[in-house]
């Protein structure tokens, strides 16, 4: 298989670039019809070239040899129709090649990482089987009735990979299965989500039930409408709710929607939507509460935000201790985290 080819149109998209603008980008030394000939893999370029293609598109020259298989499935984008379709390539070889690396790392260390579907076998038609889904992974997981504390590293060790991304467009993530369903990918939207870690919550556990639930075929009102009620069901069990808040209410404090919402990780306005769905709350409150919501300016900012920690370091922990058992050497690892070999040097101070 000709892996240069492959990756470098995977390079260039990662980049944004068409083959014109990757010509321009190097001072067209080659021509593209030169460079179109080089991804369709007629010509291999000398190492002079690979070596000025390695740059002009931010990677290694060894990224063109890799041989790590990444292929996505079916992708879950909500906004799909809207996305622009030259940003939603890029965003998704950028993806693939970051997947790739930390495949390929996994590899080297010997790691397993079959993953096994808890929910396979539900069907998802109303709410209460929303809340079967939620209880029967919470006890699958062990994670108790209280609050998840680190959603990202939750999903990373039971072989879920989540990756977090720079895209300036509006969207909040995307999921899909790699390799033939053996491979469980979340993408966040870094951009979007880093000041707003219970909407970066949120998200995860919308785009985990895509993955998880039989609810991909439904219309898209009706799915979209099960994911966001899995997600709620994550962060807070039916249960607990029930418990902070109560039983039934005909009214709700702002002040302890805040308190819940520092302690669970989760927003005033998802739980309030959430109470409503388990019955707590009638539709008509719902309907008065949002208004107010908006009339106080919360729709956008809440009065408070949720402080914890939401990102993973398993890749690192990974690489250092590839590096400290010999497994790989400093240009490898240097390579793996797709930097050059004095910056890697500088940045972790190993000599």
């Known amino acids: 298989m000709n892996y240069f080819a492959e990756r470098l149109k995977s390079a260039r998209l990662m980049n944004g670039l068409s083959l014109q603008g990757l010509a321009d980008k190097i001072d067209n030394r080659v021509t593209k019809q030169s460079l179109s000939k080089y991804e369709q893999g007629q010509v291999v370029p000398d190492s002079a070239m690979i ?27 909500r906004k799909l129709q809207s996305y622009p379709a030259k940003e939603r390539v890029r965003i998704e070889e950028v993806a693939k090649d970051e997947l790739r690396r930390y495949l390929e790392l996994e590899e080297i260390l010997g790691i ?14 109303s709410q209460e089987d929303i809340e079967i889904a939620a ?3 919470r006890d699958e997981w062990e994670l ?45 939207n870094k951009a979007k989500l880093k000041e707003k870690l219970d909407r970066k919550r949120f998200t995860a556990f919308h785009e985990l039930a895509h993955l998880l639930l039989k609810v991909n075929h439904l219309p898209e009102r009706q799915k979209e409408k099960f994911c966001h009620a899995f997600a709620t069901a994550m962060l807070i069990p039916q249960e607990t709710l029930k418990k902070e808040l109560g039983g039934k209410r005909s009214k709700l404090s702002i002040h302890e929607l805040t308190a819940i919402k520092q302690q ?29 919501f908006i009339q106080l300016g919360y729709k956008v900012n809440e009065p408070v935000e949720y402080e914890g920690s939401e ?41």
Request: proline letters at 2%; charged letters at 25%; one cysteine or more.
């Open 264 to 292: 669970y990780g989760i927003s005033m306005q998802a739980l309030v939507y959430r109470a409503k769905d388990i019955g707590l709350i009638s539709d008509n409150y719902l309907r008065q509460f949002y208004q107010t």
């Open 51 to 77: 070596g000025i293609l390695s740059e002009a598109l931010g990677v290694r020259p060894d990224y063109f040899y890799t041989s790590t298989a990444v292929e996505f499935g079916e992708i879950e984008f």
């Open 311 to 351: 990102h993973s370091n398993r890749f690192s922990q990974l690489l250092f201790r590839a590096l400290a058992e010999n497994f790989i050497s400093v240009s490898k690892a240097a390579s793996l985290k797709n930097q050059k070999l004095a910056q890697f040097r500088k940045e972790n101070l190993v000599f």
């Open 112 to 125: 397993e990482t079959t993953f096994h579907n808890p929910l396979a076998e539900l069907t998802i038609s």
């Open 144 to 188: 108790g009735r209280g609050a998840v504390a680190n959603v990202i590293e939750l999903f990373e060790d039971h072989h879920i990979k989540v990756l977090e991304l720079e895209s300036s467009e509006e969207f909040d993530g995307f999921c899909s299965w790699v390799n033939e369903k053996r491979i469980p990918l979340i993408v966040l």
């Open 135 to 137: 209880e029967k992974l």
